[in-house]
């Protein structure tokens, strides 16, 4: 769960962006363009209620690849999916172990984020100031439906002159769990991973 949460991105999205009508549909379409297009790094920070809190690193490289560096707890596994095959690493990327071969499942997964799409409700769009620059603040309730099903509130900051996303929270709550999840993001020009060979 740690690490896909940690995996939702969204950059770049001025374009079209502008082009949203109602608060509503800006909210649908930066919930449901969660694909980072460049290379992009995201600081998460993820507190379960009555739980641990987690923090790592989350690398994307705009081509479906991605790693995950645990900060806390520092002994945690990092992984990394690279070319659709997972592996995970226990001393902090030094050498990686395959775990499995991964099916591509984007196709799936958008057909998922359309499927929560329909439950938004609530949205509410404002302005906020966020490292001394506004942002425009769009949030909105939805629910996520399927084999584990969940209550989420999702609030988005974006550049209104870029359509960049710096950050994104996210609250969800299900019968299981309740967690609060913050996700930095910034540009990360050069990126490459380890060859786990």
């Avoid at 940690?6 to 999205?13: P, R, S």
């Avoid at 998922?112 to 509410?124: D, F, G, I, Q």
Wanted: aromatic share 8%.
């Amino acid at each position: 769960m740690k690490t896909a949460l940690a995996a939702l991105v969204i950059t770049g999205l001025s374009a079209s962006f502008a082009l949203a009508e109602t608060c509503e549909e800006k909210f649908v379409q930066l919930m449901t363009d969660r694909t980072a297009k460049e290379p992009t790094k995201i600081h998460v920070t993820q507190k379960i209620k009555g739980g641990t809190k987690t923090v790592n690193w989350n690398y994307q490289d705009g081509k479906g690849n991605w790693l995950t560096e645990m900060i806390e707890p520092a002994n945690a596994q990092w992984s990394m999916g690279l070319d659709n095959v997972l592996y995970s690493s226990t001393d902090k990327g030094k050498t990686w172990a395959k775990v499995r071969d991964m099916e591509a499942n984007n196709e799936a997964h958008q057909k998922s984020l359309a499927e929560r799409a329909k439950t938004v409700e609530n949205a509410v769009c404002g302005e906020e100031e966020l490292d001394g620059v506004m942002h425009e603040v769009v949030e909105a309730d939805y629910q996520m439906q399927g084999s584990f099903t969940a209550d989420i509130h999702d609030k988005f900051w974006v550049d209104p002159q870029s359509g960049y996303v710096p950050r994104l929270e996210t609250t969800m709550k299900s019968s299981a769990f309740e967690s609060f999840i913050v996700q930095r993001l910034e540009p990360a020009p050069g990126l490459t991973f380890p060859d786990p060979e």
